[in-house]
T-cell receptor, first 110, second 113 residues
Framework: QKEVEQNSGPLSVPEGAIASLNCTYS??????FFWYRQYSGKSPELIMS????GDKEDGRFTAQLNKASQYVSLLIRDSQPSDSATYLC??????????FGAGTRLTVKP | ETGVTQTPRHLVMGMTNKKSLKCEQH?????MYWYKQSAKKPLELMFV???????ENNSVPSRFSPECPNSSHLFLHLHTLQPEDSALYLC????????????FGSGTRLTVV
């Protein structure tokens, strides 16, 4: 079974700190990687996508991809209480196959 | 309306009932998906439709029956469900496939009693 693995957490960081979320995947055929944010009782919301090795920055969010190590990460700078949510990592191998991790629950404490 | 709309938001049904979940997308996307989300588990892919044609049925029990009458609408027909089918059912759409990322609907919280 080709899997995406995440630490379930909870990960707790103080307001203003950097939150670091990590993810590994087993399918080397994965081409695209995504981070979704899911607030309690809500549906997942796409916040970052990354397709090539290296870093991709969007505001306070930075996604990092290392295909050789099969590793994806998400950094959240200047964490805010509103960032408290479950973050889902996902990888897609082709048009019809996106695999999700079980999610990491992040709590940002004021 | 914009985005992906799912109805109903909440559904409680008995094991002998028949009900349907509806999904509608206003994004002009070509692919639509049904996912099941249970507590503490990864999202499970159920069905994939591309340009209204079902391209994947991920070993889902026959008590779940999808229907895609056009590229904007997707249904999930439910009958004789089991209590373990209680979960959040999510519809998603994508421009041309999973590698482009999904837009999710708000989900239907299903409880089978």
């Amino acid at each position: 079974q080709k899997e995406v693995e995440q630490n379930s957490g909870p990960l707790s960081v103080p307001e203003g700190a950097i939150a670091s979320l990590n993810c590994t995947y087993s399918d080397r055929g994965s081409q695209s990687f995504f981070w979704y944010r899911q607030y309690s009782g809500k549906s997942p919301e796409l916040i970052m996508s990354i397709y090539s090795n290296g870093d991709k920055e969007d505001g306070r969010f930075t996604a990092q991809l290392n295909k050789a190590s099969q590793y994806v990460s998400l950094l959240i700078r200047d964490s805010q209480p509103s960032d408290s949510a479950t973050y889902l990592c996902a990888g897609a191998t082709n048009n019809n196959d996106m695999r999700f991790g079980a999610g990491t629950r992040l709590t940002v404490k004021p | 309306e914009t985005g992906v709309t799912q109805t109903p938001r909440h559904l409680v049904m008995g094991m002998t009932n028949k009900k349907s979940l509806k999904c509608e997308q206003h994004l002009g996307h070509n692919a639509m998906y049904w996912y099941k989300q249970s507590a503490k588990k990864p999202l499970e892919l159920m069905f994939v439709y591309s340009l209204e044609e079902r391209v994947e049925n991920n070993s889902v029990p026959s008590r779940f029956s999808p229907e895609c009458p056009n590229s904007s609408h997707l249904f999930l027909h439910l009958h004789t469900l089991q209590p373990e089918d209680s979960a959040l059912y999510l519809c998603a759409s994508s421009p041309q496939g999973a590698i482009y990322g999904y837009t999710f609907g708000s989900g239907t919280r299903l409880t089978v009693v």
